[in-house]
């Protein structure tokens, strides 16, 4: 191609002067246009990630408002203590030293009571802990003459930090003081180093130690009576949610197998978001031990007193992601690929369903005893209607091997074996899928009872007290399981004429 | 009781004084006694506890060197950083903000080389970004004259905080800069708010952030040059030390349900260990993510590059928790109340048992292909195997469908069902624990293809090689299986003698 008959690819500007003829506007050709395509694709890049950060931050201060009333309280504690620079009076009591107080606001400021309060504490004590030893080494180390000092300062700080740390790499340590831990070292290296220097040490550690004082007292002021967030009350909001969760899953997971193309096709992504409440359960282990953690820290508050047994939310936290763990394979038979004759899932989906509903009872009803901090006598109850619905899963099972071998069939049994007369043709194959699922519900009541175990264990140590209107709950729990034995009897019966 | 004759009751201590008679030594009674017992028992209790703490210490210690060998490391980092304050020359140099640099290796040296770097990189771009801001905001505030200076310090001090507070509240930013966004607040209300007082605002700044890159430039050396600790290794280390748990426990429980009585009694211990194994799986969530959050920051090292996919590793942790849940599932089998029939558990021994030991294989093939980070095809033939073994245990199952109705048996299947015949009188309920159990090692083993796919995924991510003396090893691998079937074999036969 000739030079001069070069294609102009892209767009042409052009511009209409005002005498009528019009300009070609010639592009920034070469670098320069490079330059600016490249400034533009990083500051729309840049713009689109800002605003991508803003509208998660939307969501997530939509979704918990606290949060956003921790930054404030954060944003208050700080200014309160910048204080003691603005304000003359303050400042020439604490002078130069009141960085510390704003310093302690800062990493002590945790979003609960209980962390903060742990964190506080941990401040106070390791800062008096190594100041005094601090200065005790100092002292020796003075006496050992000019030309020891560094030496006996120096292995103090290398056995000291060497030890301190080693605390921290121990479990039951780390959860009680590792931070204790960090700020003894911190303390003890910079007031045993600069003591050989700054000579008035006794100045320098009651300074410190009066601002440390001064911000954790302001902290501790600022997070409990601002809108506080208590570490053990939300342990026992998340052990409660997480016990209804697995109560909506359990549900959803029966129905859904059973109910395949039922009536809650409308709902579905209500119940596909309950059949998922199970993972919760799974991964909430860490939130759990950190908030007992936490929780003991805390001064009585609401319903808690001060020594609340927070251990034992955890042993009911095992005790339920050991039912989430059926729970999972108990999905997983929902979605598998080996279909159950319906026949068979005819013959057993009551029995089934009823011991999902009664086992989700259970858990329901553990929840609201966890919740309201009542003893009830219904969970026995529904401990047994559980139980007794196992049992009829167990006979029902029973009945289905009569099939093996007809002629054994008793004269009573000949009624009930009648409705699956039908299935005799059905492989086996077709059996396991039903058989596996409810071998897993009937495991899952077994597991239930050990969370009722563990509910019953924490309202004798937190001295639950006893369900002023029992019997009128009673009677209503009598009258909701026939309500929903009918209820069942009802889908079993719609599935009977599918 | 008259007071004369009161019994003594107690030791009576009796000294025998040089002239033959003897002595009563009368016991200090009363508040003495009482505070001396206290004291005794506090001192007793206090000496018992840290005997149990150096116990638990040691116990750790000898469990991991590499956790003395991290207190040693900290010790050392501390010692030289402090001779900033012994050494005359280097003391003059950063003056008395030396404790910076203290303070910097105090908080920033962490066991692992992955997260001491992300605190060094945080500490560093929090304390620039900060001291640039508020140097701004002190020279727009000492403009709006003496009156509104507290008052714009004060508003930006609040801003700022509650909004670097709030973006660590956002998950995806706290992974990646949690501390820099703290170390952002403290620098920024510190030097904003001493800029108020100190006029030598660039001298405090330039001081304050050259002890920082001192501080950490000394941790990062020591980290890495001494014995380092990578938290990219620690996780593929991790992940494959799983691997092998996820197939010894599928082992153990498959054999020991079909060989309970069999010849492993002696290693009991060792085995119920193993048994156990999954349960690391299922715990090691928030480590595996932690580690791979760190991994990111580390350069090249040993086989990994900078940017090594570990993200990838969280996905492989995912799907071996789904497997875990499953043997979860299966060992609650093993601890069943109902008993399975004996004839049907011989039945399916050895269909279940190769199914398990194919999915223990490939488990393991996995484990030392991710271990030696070399592709290999052995697994596409030991996955192979494990649908075979899936297959035949469908097969096996499907025979015992012939047993509800004899009369549908087709004559190559009468050699099959030969065996079983002794089953036609076993009730349904003693199938079902094998039949659960048959179907969780299906799900099983649908699940490791799972697993397969994700290590397939990072070694496409990763860009294994490809394993060299691949041919030799598929010739071994096939001499194995036909070795472990001829095992199998031999273990059902045993079964079906007794």
Redesign the interface.
């Known amino acids: 191609m000739s030079p001069g008959k070069e294609v102009f690819k892209g767009v042409e500007w052009r511009i209409r002067v005002a005498d009528g003829s019009s300009e070609v506007l010639v592009p920034a050709t070469g670098f320069a246009r490079k330059t600016w395509r490249v400034i533009k694709g990083l500051i729309s890049g840049l713009a689109l990630k800002v605003w991508m950060?803003l509208k998660?931050?939307w969501a997530?201060?939509a979704n918990d408002p606290r949060?956003?009333i921790?930054?404030?309280k954060?944003?208050?504690a700080?200014?309160i203590v910048?204080l003691f620079?603005?304000m003359r009076p303050l400042?020439d009591g604490v002078g130069?030293n009141a960085?510390w107080a704003?310093?302690t606001v800062?990493?002590v400021f945790e979003?609960t009571v209980g962390e903060t309060l742990y964190k506080c504490m941990n401040r106070v004590c390791g800062t008096f802990l190594a100041g005094f030893l601090a200065v005790g080494v100092h002292w020796f180390a003075s006496r050992s003459g000019e030309r020891f000092e560094?030496l006996v300062?120096?292995a103090s700080?290398?056995?000291l930090?060497?030890?301190a740390?080693?605390?921290r790499?121990?479990p039951?340590?780390k959860s009680l003081f590792d931070y204790g831990a960090?700020i003894f070292?911190?303390t003890f290296?910079?007031v045993a180093?600069?003591g050989?220097?700054?000579h008035k040490l006794f100045d320098l550690a009651h300074q410190r130690i009066s601002t440390i004082i001064i911000g954790t007292s302001l902290c501790i002021l600022v997070i409990m009576l601002v809108c506080p967030i208590w570490s053990g009350q939300e342990l026992h909001s998340l052990i409660v949610h997480n016990m209804d969760k697995l109560a909506d899953s359990l549900d959803v997971c029966a129905t859904r197998y059973f109910n395949h193309s039922g009536e809650c096709t409308n709902s579905n992504e209500e119940a596909d978001k309950k059949l998922q409440g199970y993972k919760c359960v799974l991964?909430s282990?860490?939130t759990e031990e950190s908030m007992a953690n936490f929780g003991r820290w805390e001064p009585s508050h609401g319903q808690f007193n001060f020594r609340h047994p927070w251990k034992q939310y955890l042993k009911i936290g095992a005790s339920m992601r050991?039912c989430a763990?059926?729970i999972?394979?108990l999905s997983?038979c929902i979605n598998?690929e080996?279909k159950a004759a319906e026949s068979i899932k005819k013959h057993l989906s009551s029995s089934c369903l009823k011991v999902s509903s009664s086992s989700s009872s259970a858990i329901r009803e553990l929840a609201e005893t966890v919740k309201t901090m009542k003893k009830s006598s219904i969970v026995d109850l529904l401990v047994g209607e559980m139980n007794s619905a196992v049992q009829e899963l167990?006979n029902d099972?029973?009945s289905?091997?009569y099939?093996?071998?007809p002629s054994?069939t008793p004269e009573k049994k000949k009624l009930e074996t009648a409705c699956i007369e039908a299935t005799?043709?059905?492989?086996?194959?077709e059996?396991?899928?039903v058989?596996?699922l409810?071998?897993?519900l009937i495991?899952i009541a077994v597991r239930i009872e050990a969370v009722v175990d563990a509910v019953e264990e924490l309202a004798k140590s937190a001295e639950f007290r006893i369900d002023d209107d029992d019997k009128s709950k009673q009677s209503k729990i009598k009258d909701k399981i026939v309500s929903e034995e009918e209820k069942i009897e009802g889908t079993t019966k719609a599935l009977q004429r599918v």
Chains 1, 2 share one sequence.
Request: aromatic fraction near 12%; glycine fraction near 2%.
């Open positions: 950060f998660r931050a997530i201060a949060k956003v921790h930054c404030i954060v944003g208050l700080l200014t910048s620079y603005f400042y130069r960085m704003v310093m800062v990493v979003p560094p300062m120096g700080v290398f056995l930090a060497s030890a740390t080693f605390s790499l121990n039951s340590a960090m070292i911190l290296s910079f180093v600069s050989y220097r700054v991964s282990k860490a050991c763990y059926c999972e394979a997983s598998s080996n167990q099972l029973k289905l091997s099939l093996l071998n054994t005799t043709t059905v492989p086996l194959m059996f396991i899928p058989v596996t409810a071998s897993i495991e």
